[in-house]
């Protein structure tokens, strides 16, 4: 049986921040409700097309390994959590791009977004590396009755 997603209001503070982060982004109130849903709830399914076009064979072990060096970040601030991602792509020898992508996938269900690292740092350690690690699980195992044997994606 599939986990609920987690749902937690985000702090005041990161609320108030999430809203400007998306503010410039978001053209109606809609899209601005589903930006600021992804910080409190912990995303049920990815989107359909980012899991075709995002995720491949080996993206289970690269994500895994982004973990590991983001779970050692101690200034959870978008700098230092970029440098983190690059740094991993870097050992790996694979584009920043190749983590960037499946991560925003992760930890929000979608696609596109607010910058990444902003995003990655208004969640919260705890949030984001819970997140990736499920998602890691999904991609790496796919739940047993998350549609069928399949990978669960949002429709």
């Known amino acids: 049986m599939a986990r609920p997603p987690s749902r937690t209001p985000p702090a005041p503070d990161v609320a108030l921040a999430a ?60 700098l230092p959590l970029e440098a983190a991602l690059r740094a991993s792509a870097e050992e790996q020898g694979i584009s920043a791009g190749r983590l960037i992508h499946p991560t925003r996938l992760g930890l929000t269900g979608v696609t596109v977004g607010a910058p990444l690292f902003d995003v990655v740092a208004l969640l919260g350690k705890e949030t984001a590396l819970r997140r990736l690690r499920t998602f890691l699980e999904r991609i790496d195992r796919p739940v047993p009755g998350d549609s069928g044997s399949e990978l669960r994606t949002e429709n």
């Open 19 to 78: 809203i400007e982060l998306h503010r410039t982004r978001a053209r109606t109130t809609i899209e601005m409700a589903r930006a600021l849903a992804s910080y409190a709830a912990d995303p049920a399914g990815y989107e359909p097309e980012g899991i075709k076009k995002q995720v491949k064979p080996e993206t289970a072990e690269q994500v895994g390994k982004l973990i590991e060096r983001l779970a050692a970040v101690s200034d959870w601030t978008p």
